[in-house]
């Protein structure tokens, strides 16, 4: 969020008073899509069910369809300013035909989540696997989500602790898409301190936990970047 508007959600009028963001159920929605070496006259619209999108998982190209894998919120800032409490983000996935000039739409996962990632190997390429942290129904877990073969399982940090966003690390340079492990903070309320937790990706369980002296703030994004770089 800009700076002038981080101020104005502190002014005297309170938190997200000022904020120049509203619902606005009778506007519409749409995704524009330019060929890669495109200008603006290139760009084609695609009117999709109005909703917010503050994180896509990944997009891709198979034949004349875009596939866009997404967490989508059904409405935010309409009777909260405070954040996106409207509505439990879902992940879902946009089919844009480009031959039929449509849509389609259709829910992976009901669950409230965020903060999705994949193998980032594959960014912009067709993915098997892609993994968020559940806000919900289990709100101390993390979920792995088999695209291709539409299940999702979940690892439980338990007793109320609160993962962030999980990075994959890949193995070795020609690991496969799950050869790795997945990186991110767990905090803990009880104690007021954070882990750093690494899972094995294929499996989830547990490779190792560094427990650190003080809290890690969840921030918005988590990050790798191999040694040396």
Known sequence: MPD?????AGSRLGANACLPYRWKPRYPARVGVMPREGGNADVRWFDVEPCYVFHPMNAYDDGQ????????????????????????PTLDRWSIDLTAGKVREERLDD???????????????????????LFADVPEALAKHDLDRCTTEVHSFGGGREPGEFVFVPRHENAAEDDGVLMGFVYDPATGRSDLVLLDAASLETVASIHLPARVPSGLHGNWVPDGQ
């Open 4 to 8: 002038p508007i981080t101020a104005m």
């Open 65 to 88: 369809t875009i596939v866009i894998d997404l967490v989508r919120h059904a409405r935010i800032f309409d009777t909260d300013l405070t954040g996106p409490n409207e509505a439990p």
């Open 111 to 133: 669950r409230a989540q965020e903060f999705p990632r994949i193998d980032e190997r594959l960014a912009g390429r067709r993915h098997r696997y892609g993994y968020a942290p």
